[in-house]
């Protein structure tokens, strides 16, 4: 079983910063891209950063230059630094990544979700 599980979320002032972690656990083969996603109350769930196992980073641009991904591949675990925040990034983050894992013989590849954290940004 893989379990992702997010956490650092919480309330902070604009310009504030914040520091989230997901790490994955299991029976973990490898772990390809890692993402960051947010949904805000009323809107669609949006993709807010991803880096890839080797390390290549993306961003949406309305986070460019604030917040940075990161990663640790020993401890399959992927970071999102958040800084110079506005209250228009309060939503609920989640962490998503694409883990192989095997079985039997077999290799499975899928994406896995966490449970989501609370990012509040207050003006």
């Known amino acids: 079983q893989v379990q992702v599980v997010e956490s650092g979320g919480g309330l902070v002032q604009a310009g504030g910063s914040l520091r989230l972690s997901c790490a994955a656990s299991g029976s973990i083969s490898s772990i390809n891209t890692m993402n960051w996603y947010r949904q805000a109350p009323g809107k669609q769930r949006e993709l807010v950063a991803s880096i890839t196992s080797g390390g290549r980073t993306r961003y949406t641009d309305s986070v460019k230059g604030r917040f940075t991904i990161s990663r640790d591949n020993a401890k399959n675990t992927v970071y999102l630094q958040m800084n110079s925040l506005k209250p228009e990034d309060t939503a609920v983050y989640y962490c998503?990544?694409?883990?192989?894992?095997?079985?039997?013989?077999?290799?499975?590849?899928?994406?896995?979700w966490g449970q989501g954290t609370q990012v509040t940004v207050s003006s």
């Open positions: 998503n990544a694409y883990i192989t894992t095997s079985s039997g013989g077999l290799v499975y590849t899928k994406d896995y």
